[in-house]
């Protein structure tokens, strides 16, 4: 289940809308809520009670969950809103989603940056509706409700009304615009009519006294005849959700084609900087969706900030730094420069507002930080965009709050006693001090480079010497095995804490599962003892546990590049396809599709070391318009690889790299720093069906490496 959604979106943009039927965790689809096993359907067909906004894209159980602002189109009495309707003929593009419901409305919806815009193609009836439920929020899973605090709602003349309602103490505003000419317009509090009431205030809302309310639009229909709703959003009054709505949509027009297609050519845009050759459809569809998947969050409200006054980026569903640090964060860095420094920015603003830099983020107020899962995770990303320098950020003021930040929550436990529990706090802790310090010493303040960086050496003080492994602790979403084979800052001194190359090998073989027995896979409801067993297994997940996602590249260091590959290529091969389930896990806002995106062009960053690995590609050329120039990455000897069941009759034998050139002259190493992928150039890659020693004997960098020799 990779919990994706079909819903419109605009490129890292606000506002996003879908059809909802209740379900987990998106509000869209079929099923219910689950961590484990093979999910259980909620409903036995798609549904929908009308069209929500705001979603996340592929987390899983983070509690709290939006769908703000159902708007429903019906034939029925406002008595039945509420209730679903089939969903048939759905039809879905970047920026556009269509479904017709079995009452026979055809209904659309697309969004901008900060605007949606939906469209409704009725049959002929005497009594139609547009319903706008302002009360709605979350999903119709236990404990899934959001229960609005405060709301305002206020008609501001024929066809227009606003309204605010506050939300996990957040206000989101809504500006509305209905083109409906003859049809009446009212407010309603539950499922009944305020007829001539023209503002509906409500305070102290609770669970207990919650009614539905909003705003209604009624008339006769004749067939095929349209009605649009154009909504513009703000967290920060009706005034400015109206100007977001003029902004984007004009002055009081039919503005749903122009609105799509601003969005389509926005992702364009996006799209347009990557070109992949070669691959098969189903291949170059999954990249295709990785790539958009990659791109949806997180959610940028520029001068939005409901909790600061200050113009500037702002910006939420980030869900989180776990997730997506070291895969979507760089690919952001690479494809979206501008706005991965503005999501830093965000952070660094969020952090002297509010005391910390959140390990999690989204459009809620001061609540689930998400601080079980991980450690001070935002200063990996602060020092990779430091050393390309192009993040416009007051540094000075940023290593202040990184400092600081180390020494919050687990960090005071870690500043004192070197060693921290979770033990895998210990890890995030040691490299986010050693990437504090490489700011430090690029700022000059040699002597906090100096302290921060032999604080950074703790990371050894998690690992259990006569195993080779970390040491017993609670892990978060895996265990012992998953979380040992991190890509530290020095990998060199991690490998001999193991016992050497032989050591370390087998112990990431074993991880891997070579030459070991197939492993039975969960279904529905797995039990305590069921999952246990697995878990006991000490296996390597499949890319469905965050910790995962890096742990193939750990052979670089070892001299065994050619194992990265047999791991990759059959991730790439076996655990992606096109259809329901082709993706191995939660999607998590794009890390994982970012995973994919990397994995397919032969490079992997390595968040925080600012530098890229590099393996066997899965297309036979690619063009990536980098910040400062073009990379290509081309090949020869390439073959092509099926994916999924089309792969099921042929040979899908790993690739290797058997000898690269960077620009025309041998490239020995099997890393790149990232400096030179973001300069761009052509990296052509040999390929070949065995492994050869190419890239065994220069490894990739490790801190405890002695320093290259001056240039004469």
Not at 118 to 143: C, I, K, N, Q, W
Not at 237 to 249: I, M, P, S, T, V
Not at 477 to 503: C, P, Q
């Amino acid at each position: 289940m990779g919990n994706t959604h079909p819903g419109a979106t605009s490129p890292l943009g606000m506002v996003s809308a879908c059809a909802y039927s209740g379900a987990y965790p998106t509000g869209y689809g079929l099923y219910s809520k689950n961590t484990e096993g093979v999910p259980e359907e909620m409903f036995d067909r798609l549904q929908a009670s009308g069209f929500t906004h705001f979603q996340q894209s592929g987390t899983g159980a983070i509690r709290k969950y939006y769908n703000y602002v159902r708007v429903t189109p019906m034939l029925q009495p406002l008595d039945e809103l509420g209730r679903s309707w089939a969903l048939t003929e759905e039809e879905a593009s970047p920026g556009y989603y269509a479904a017709t419901l079995d009452t026979g409305i055809r209904c659309e919806v697309t969004v901008g940056a900060k605007v949606a815009v939906h469209r409704y193609t009725f049959p002929a009836h005497s009594s139609a509706r547009v319903v706008v439920d302002m009360s709605m929020g979350g999903l119709a899973v236990e404990l899934g409700r959001t229960v609005p605090l405060r709301a305002q709602v206020e008609s501001m003349g024929l066809g227009r009304v606003q309204g605010t309602v506050v939300m996990e103490g957040v206000p989101l505003s809504v500006y509305a615009e209905v083109d409906a000419p003859g049809w009446r317009q009212m407010l309603w509090y539950d499922r009944r009519l305020i007829d001539g009431g023209t503002r509906l205030d409500l305070d102290s809302i609770r669970h207990t006294n919650l009614r539905p309310f909003g705003m209604l639009f009624r008339g006769g229909a004749r067939a095929g005849q349209t009605i649009e709703v154009r909504l513009g959003f703000s967290l920060r009054g009706c005034d400015q959700a109206r100007d977001n709505l003029r902004r984007e949509c004009g002055d009081g027009v039919p503005s749903f084609d122009r609105v799509r297609s601003a969005t389509r050519l926005r992702w364009r845009e996006h799209f347009d900087k990557v070109q992949i050759d070669g691959g098969t459809p189903a291949r170059r569809t999954v990249f295709a969706t990785a790539l958009y998947h990659s791109l949806v969050k997180p959610c940028f409200a520029d001068d939005e900030s409901p909790f600061w006054p200050d113009s500037g980026p702002y910006a939420f569903d980030i869900c989180t730094m776990w997730d997506i640090y070291k895969t979507q964060l760089p690919l952001l860095s690479a494809l979206a420069p501008q706005r991965s420094a503005d999501l830093l920015e965000s952070l660094v603003r969020v952090c002297e507002e509010e005391g910390n830099f959140p390990i999690g983020y989204r459009m809620a107020r001061g609540a689930d930080r998400f601080f079980r899962q991980a450690s001070a995770l935002a200063h990996t990303a602060l020092s990779d965009a430091h050393a390309l320098g192009r993040a416009e950020i007051d540094w000075s003021w940023a290593l202040v709050h990184m400092v600081d930040d180390l020494r919050r929550m687990y960090g005071e436990d870690f500043y004192e006693h070197g060693v921290v529990h979770p033990i895998t706090h210990t890890l995030d802790l040691a490299y986010a001090y050693h990437c504090t310090a490489r700011v430090a010493r690029a700022l000059g303040d040699r002597r906090l480079a100096d302290d921060l960086e032999e604080r950074g050496r703790g990371w050894i003080n998690a690992f259990d010497p006569a195993t080779g492994l970390l040491r017993d602790s609670e892990f978060y979403e895996g265990g012992k095995w998953n979380y040992s084979f991190r890509l530290v800052h020095d990998m060199a001194a991690r490998i001999a804490l193991a016992g050497g190359d032989g050591a370390f090998l087998a112990k990431l073989d074993r991880f891997f599962g070579f030459g070991a027995d197939p492993v039975k896979q969960p279904g529905p409801r797995p039990s305590p003892a069921e999952m246990a067993a697995g878990y006991a297994l000490n296996r390597f997940e499949g890319l469905n546990n965050e910790p995962d996602m890096e742990a193939p590249w750990a052979y670089h260091w070892a001299g065994r590049p050619g194992r990265t590959a047999e791991i990759v290529q059959s991730a790439l091969t076996w655990q992606f396809g096109t259809g329901r389930g082709g993706l191995p896990g939660n999607d998590d806002s794009g890390g994982l599709s970012s995973w994919y995106v990397w994995a397919s062009l032969g490079l992997f960053p390595v968040a925080g070391q600012h530098q890229f690995l590099i393996n066997a590609p899965a297309f036979e050329r690619a063009a990536v318009r980098m910040p400062e120039g073009e990379l290509i990455i081309e090949t020869s000897g390439h073959r092509e690889h099926p994916i999924g069941a089309e792969g099921l009759d042929r040979d899908v034998r790993a690739q290797y790299v058997q000898e690269a050139t960077l620009d025309g002259k041998p490239l020995h190493a099997t890393h790149l720093s990232a400096a030179a992928v973001h300069r761009g150039g052509r990296l052509h890659l040999r390929l070949g069906p065995e492994p050869t020693s190419w890239g065994s004997g220069n490894r990739p960098p490790s801190l405890s490496d002695p320093p290259p020799p001056e240039e004469p």
